[in-house]
């Protein structure tokens, strides 16, 4: 059983420790050199400045209380049950060219995903995508 605040890992606070063993803190003279090379083995990403970015969520599409824009219009249109016209007045219809194109592509890969998935490491979301890509073929 520990005893005192500096025997092992706390909780927020000046006698919080660190369990994974990293330190960046210079604890001897010439350490920040080392530190700061750590540091710069990987950029640090760039983000855009938040402050400068203008958000006006209403600007654009309907409200939802407002009048409709298409007041003729069935609310299931688009739709394979209900009044109104069904799915295949969708833009491509059932199948658009590329959805064609991206199946053949897929095909034509489902050897190499098929080994992917066969190996031990790889994760379960992997898998499950693979045989969705699969499926859906």
């Not at 990293?22 to 920040?32: A, K, P």
């Not at 855009?48 to 209403?58: E, G, I, Y």
């Amino acid at each position: 059983m520990a005893r005192g605040p500096l025997a092992g890992p706390a909780g927020p606070g000046k006698f919080s420790t660190r369990t994974d063993g990293l330190s960046f803190e210079s604890t001897e003279y010439g350490s920040g050199v080392e530190n700061a090379a750590i540091k710069a083995g990987a950029p640090l990403a760039k983000t855009a400045d938040a402050t400068r970015v203008k958000r006006n969520p209403v600007a654009s599409g309907t409200r939802l209380y407002d009048e409709s824009q298409r007041p003729d219009e069935e609310v299931t249109a688009g739709i394979d049950i209900g009044p109104g016209p069904g799915s295949e007045v969708l833009p491509g219809g059932p199948q658009e060219e590329d959805d064609i194109n991206f199946r053949s592509a897929i095909r034509e890969y489902m050897p190499v995903l098929a080994y992917i998935a066969s190996l031990p490491n790889t994760s379960p979301e992997t898998r499950k995508a693979i045989r969705q890509l699969r499926d859906n073929l």
